[in-house]
């Protein structure tokens, strides 16, 4: 009778990211997040009455503003190397 081998290693189960890669992915969401909801709302209860509201600083320059400013962090979260050694 051979023994079987006890000594069998099983992989282990790492993470692609590490804890600040998903730090900055939810400070990104977080932006985007934040940047649609300044974009919603604007509307008029009558169809025939014109809202003026839908083209103000926060729908026009500021939400849009977010959102490409957390798809660059989000951007920046996936390429992030924390393993990388400061010399």
Partial sequence: MSKKNKNI????KEFIFQKRNYTFLFVGLAFIALGFILMSGGG???PNVFNPDIYNFRRIRLAPTLVLIGLG???YAILLNPDKKKK
Avoid at 9 to 12: A, C, G, L, W, Y
């Fill in 9 to 12: 290693q099983k992989p282990t």
């Fill in 73 to 75: 962090i989000q951007v």
């Fill in 44 to 46: 008029s209860d009558d």
